[in-house]
T-cell receptor, first 109, second 117 residues
Framework: AQRVTQPEKLLSVFKGAPVELKCNYS??????LFWYVQYSRQRLQLLLR??SRESIKGFTADLNKGETSFHLKKPFAQEEDSAMYYC???????????FGSGTRLQVQP | EAGVAQSPRYKIIEKRQSVAFWCNPI?????LYWYQQILGQGPKLLIQ????????DSQLPKDRFSAERLKGVDSTLKIQPAKLEDSAVYLC???????????????FGEGSRLTVL
C-alpha cells in the first residue's frame, strides 16, 4: 500500500528565510507526486506537480526516487506563504490522491 | 467558473443519528471523490466515482456509510448510524478526464463539518 509521510506538523520561519517542507513516500510503483495548499478560509488547491517541473509562487519540488522524497522548497519565505501544505501521491493508472498529514507553515514578519 | 458546491457546511448530530451530505461538482467533471478529513490528519479517500459508477470504495465503512451519484452529476454521502469517530470534515472533489495537463488536479469544495456528540 502507498503511504505519504510529512514529519513536521508545524514549521515556523521568519520572512526572507529559506523554507523546506519535507515529504517522503512509500509506493512500489512509479508514483506521481503533488503539493496541495490550503490558505486560511480557502479551499484545498493544487500548488504544483512533479511532472510539470514548474515553479509556482517561488516554490519548487524535486522528486528523488532514491530517497523516495518530494520536498517543497522556497528560497525566501513571504508572509502570504503561511498555510497548510499537503503532499500527495497518485498511483499509476489511478486518479485518486493519497495525502500526507500536512505541515502548517507559519511565516513570521 | 463555479466551483464544487457542498452542503450543509456544518452539522451537529447525536451518535446513532443519520446525516446526509450533498455535492455538486464542476460542470463537465466526470470524476467525483469523497474524502474524510479528521482533525490533524490529511484527507482520506472514502469513495471515487467515474460518471455514475464506483471506481474505488475500498476505504468506505460500508456498514454505516453509503454514497451515490445517480445521474453522474450530483452526489450524496450518507452516514447511518453515526459514531463519535465520524466527526470530521467531509470534502467533495471533482476532476476532468485525465490528461497530461490536468493530471492530479482535484478541485475541492469547502467541505461539510460534522460533529457527532
Amino acid at each position: 500500500a502507498q503511504r505519504v509521510t510529512q514529519p513536521e506538523k508545524l514549521l515556523s520561519v521568519f520572512k526572507g528565510a529559506p523554507v523546506e517542507l519535507k515529504c517522503n513516500y512509500s509506493y512500489s510503483g512509479s508514483p506521481e507526486l503533488f503539493w496541495y495548499v490550503q490558505y486560511s478560509r480557502q479551499r484545498l488547491q493544487l500548488l504544483l506537480r512533479h511532472i510539470s517541473r514548474e515553479s509556482i509562487k517561488g516554490f519548487t519540488a524535486d522528486l528523488n526516487k532514491g530517497e523516495t522524497s518530494f520536498h517543497l522548497k522556497k528560497p525566501f519565505a513571504q508572509e502570504e506563504d503561511s498555510a497548510m501544505y499537503y503532499c500527495a501521491l497518485m498511483r499509476t493508472g489511478r486518479r485518486a490522491l493519497t495525502f500526507g498529514s500536512g505541515t502548517r507553515l507559519q511565516v513570521q514578519p | 467558473e463555479a466551483g464544487v458546491a457542498q452542503s450543509p457546511r456544518y452539522k451537529i448530530i447525536e451518535k446513532r443519528q443519520s446525516v446526509a451530505f450533498w455535492c455538486n461538482p464542476i460542470s463537465g467533471h466526470a470524476t467525483l471523490y469523497w474524502y474524510q478529513q479528521i482533525l490533524g490528519q490529511g484527507p482520506k479517500l472514502l469513495i471515487q466515482f467515474q460518471n455514475n459508477g464506483v471506481v474505488d470504495d475500498s476505504q468506505l465503512p460500508k456498514d454505516r456509510f453509503s454514497a451515490e451519484r445517480l445521474k453522474g452529476v450530483d452526489s450524496t454521502l450518507k452516514i447511518q448510524p453515526a459514531k463519535l469517530e465520524d466527526s470530521a470534515v467531509y470534502l467533495c472533489a471533482s476532476s476532468l478526464e485525465p490528461g497530461v495537463a490536468n493530471t492530479g488536479e482535484l478541485f475541492f469544495g469547502e467541505g461539510s463539518r460534522l460533529t457527532v456528540l
